[in-house]
């Protein structure tokens, strides 16, 4: 997206959480954190004079589509999400809602667990005795369960992710149901290998206009930007 509006020459603003230590680089201005909820999103908006909003944010960073949702309402501005479709979903496969139900969904018994859900929510799996396997893109400083893990940036392939999985003996892959290539190879080397998968379902957000492709997005952005 960034690309595709620097080579359109559209005037934008590439906004970053700040939650990996090196974000990749964007051949658009950048800024990194958080702007102070909603209201502040919408202060934000308002003093760069920003005409429309794209949230290209990833489909499980529910509290930042919140916000854009309600600070585009409030500055009464046009708001496009770039929403990447949904993994299929094989016969077999568990679909959970959210993460405490993944977490209660493993077996009794102790399984190798490859568990693909970044950092952020592990904690619900560190009561159960199972073997997990963490991929990050920083090296941790701490984590709420015993684990390996590798540090890896995306995207990845399915040989990469093959050979990951052989390796570690693993079982069971849980995953966020992202959507997308970049990560997408990791449920095709599951699916390839016939380990089980647990994906959880993608928070329900308030309404809003999606679009699926870069194409469709630039086309929707309002003439006078």
């Known amino acids: 997206m960034a690309e595709a509006l620097a080579k359109a ?18 051949p658009l201005p950048m800024r990194i954190g958080g702007f102070g909820g909603a209201e502040g999103l919408a202060a934000f908006l308002r ?3 920003i005409t429309t909003v794209i949230d290209a944010t990833h489909p499980f960073a529910a509290q930042i589509s919140r ?10 501005m046009p708001l496009l999400a770039l929403e990447r479709p949904a993994w299929a979903v094989d016969p077999g496969w568990l679909r959970v809602p959210d993460v405490q139900s993944a977490a209660l969904a493993l077996p009794p018994e102790p399984s190798r667990v490859f568990l693909a859900i970044g950092r952020q929510n592990l904690e619900p799996f ?10 990050l893109v920083d090296p941790p400083e701490a984590l709420p369960l015993r684990a390996d893990h590798v540090v ?15 390796d570690w003996r693993a079982h069971i892959v849980v995953a966020k149901n992202a959507g997308g290539a970049g990560a997408e190879a990791k449920i095709t080397a599951a699916r390839q290998l ?10 329900v957000l308030p309404p809003r206009r999606v679009v699926r492709t870069v194409e469709e997005a630039l086309h929707s952005i309002p003439l006078g930007v």
Request: with cysteine; charged share 15%; glycine share 10%.
């Open 126 to 135: 560190a009561a159960h005795p199972h073997a997990y396997l963490l991929r």
């Open 47 to 49: 003093r760069e004079a």
């Open 194 to 203: 016939g380990l089980s998968v647990i994906l959880i379902d993608r928070p």
């Open 9 to 26: 020459g559209i005037p934008a603003i590439f906004s970053y959480a700040g939650r990996t230590a090196a974000p990749v680089a964007q």
């Open 152 to 166: 890896a940036r995306g995207p990845f392939t399915v040989l990469g992710d093959l050979a990951l999985l052989r």
């Open 67 to 76: 916000n854009a949702i309600a600070a585009c309402d409030a500055a009464g």
